[in-house]
Nanobody, 127 residues
Framework: QVQLVESGGGLVQAGGSLRLSCAAS????????MGWFRQAPGKEREFVTA????????SYADSAKGRFTISRDNAKNTGYLQMNSLEPEDTAVYYC????????????????????WGQGTQVTVSS
């Protein structure tokens, strides 16, 4: 079992930045690939970005490329999502997710790939 807790959400003006954190407890975080998803009101949960358990491979949704950066610190059992140049369209609840991975450089982009989820953190971007 892995427990995930997100933090760092809040209200920010368009063009601003936020850094989300995902603290993991339980099993060794370094054995898990992780990802970030988001869900806006009335919309389905969508993929934002993912990172392999080693941190050596990443993937981004088109909407996140060039603005968001995913990273992780396995020594601290924490993953991060740095979000820059935020837009009102980025307003959503952001969730981190984890899945046991047996490959150092594999990442996962499907919602169904993940079996551990945090409770989510609200990000609101005002225009």
């Amino acid at each position: 079992q892995v427990q995930l807790v997100e933090s760092g959400g809040g209200l920010v003006q368009a063009g601003g930045s936020l850094r989300l954190s995902c603290a993991a407890s339980g099993r060794s975080f370094s054995n898990y690939a992780m990802g970030w998803f988001r869900q806006a009101p009335g919309k389905e949960r969508e993929f934002v970005t993912a990172i392999s358990k080693s941190g050596g491979s990443t993937s981004y949704a088109d909407s996140a490329k060039g603005r968001f950066t995913i990273s992780r610190d396995n020594a601290k059992n924490t993953g991060y999502l740095q979000m820059n140049s935020l837009e009102p369209e980025d307003t959503a609840v952001y969730y981190c997710a984890a899945v046991r991975s047996y490959y150092d450089n594999s990442y996962y982009i499907a919602h169904s790939d993940y079996n551990y989820w945090g409770q989510g953190t609200q990000v609101t971007v005002s225009s």
